[in-house]
């Protein structure tokens, strides 16, 4: 009975020891959790607080432009209390167009971007082809619904304009590596057929029919050192007015950083437009909230 009675008193000291380490565990976990969710609750106040100091820096410097229509290319840092924001600032019609430019225009920026020729020109009809609204083939190498289904694929081209640039990898044939290195040289904003050398980056004016790599090194030397009128500067790029513009746009895209004390940041890149008329200052076209690190270099 003696040995009973020890074993019991051993039994019982193990379970409480058992459920003590359970409790400990349970407790861990539960803090783990709480830990968590607190890191959680505050990342997202962080993020809406980095939303609002972005709104915040567009409105003032669409403000400080003084006019209804996109504040000329530029850069700056807008303070908000402890919060700063760099921001980048240009015109839209710097890219080209995925809803509006031809399909010489659209071969040329997929060549620039490593694609052969012969795909990159299929790749431009079929990008005409998602765009347009009819059931035809814009060229040879296009595809219209017919070949997606023959693809294995149960959609279509979407038969309407390109709602967002990233929907280009949807387009039967071109890869995502591909439709991603095109990304930052193409919008679906600035609703025109040519692009303004005048503001595009080196790999858009190397798009343009024609020109040729030392030709596009000399224009962009000449917009940099050289004061000379628009139409002047535009005019030593050769016979290419059927692609390019001294225009602007209504569209203008807003690449910024934001700080909260020095600490972390929040990168977004937004596309904005003003509507004639229209109540609101300006809508917005595309929001991305920690988009690719490519911080653009402003031309000169």
């Known amino acids: 009975m003696k040995v009973r009675g020890v074993n019991n008193r051993g039994s019982i000291l193990v379970a409480v020891l058992f459920l003590a380490a359970v409790m400990g565990v ?10 968590a969710g ?11 607080r980095a939303e609002e100091a972005m709104r915040a820096a567009i ?26 924001v760099e921001v980048r600032f240009y015109d839209e019609i710097a890219r080209i167009d995925l809803n509006h430019a031809p399909v010489d225009l659209l071969a040329g920026i997929f060549r620039v971007v490593g694609v ?20 035809q083939l814009s060229e040879e ?3 219209e619904r017919t070949a997606y289904r023959a693809a294995g694929r149960i959609d279509g081209p979407r038969n309407a304009p390109f709602q967002h640039v990233a929907e280009l990898s949807l387009v039967l044939g071109i890869p995502r590596r591909v439709a991603a290195a095109v990304a930052p040289y193409v919008t679906v904003a600035s609703g ?11 790999p858009v004016l190397m798009a343009i029919p024609g020109l040729k790599e030392d030709q596009v090194r000399s224009f962009v030397d000449d917009r940099v050192h050289r004061n000379l009128a628009p139409k002047d500067l535009i005019a030593r790029l050769g016979p290419v007015e059927d692609y390019v513009t001294d225009q602007t746009s209504k569209a203008v895209r807003y690449e910024g950083r934001v700080r909260f004390g020095g600490r972390n940041d929040r990168r977004f890149e937004v596309v904005v437009t003003t509507l004639p008329g229209d109540t609101e200052p300006y809508r917005i076209l595309a929001w991305d909230a920690n988009p690719p690190e490519r911080m653009r270099q402003l031309p000169q």
């Open 116 to 135: 052969g020729p012969t795909e990159a020109r299929q790749y431009a009809a079929r990008t005409i082809d998602w765009r347009d609204s009819d059931d």
């Open 59 to 84: 409105e003032q410097i669409g403000a400080l432009s003084g006019t209804t229509g996109p504040p000329r290319p530029g850069g700056t840092i807008v303070a908000l209390g402890e919060t700063n």
């Open 38 to 48: 607190t890191d959680a609750s505050r990342s997202f106040a962080e993020s809406l």
């Open 26 to 35: 349970l407790v861990a976990v539960a803090t783990m959790s709480l830990q």
């Open 192 to 202: 025109s057929e040519m692009v303004n050398p005048l503001l595009a980056d080196p």
């Open 141 to 143: 190498g296009g595809a």
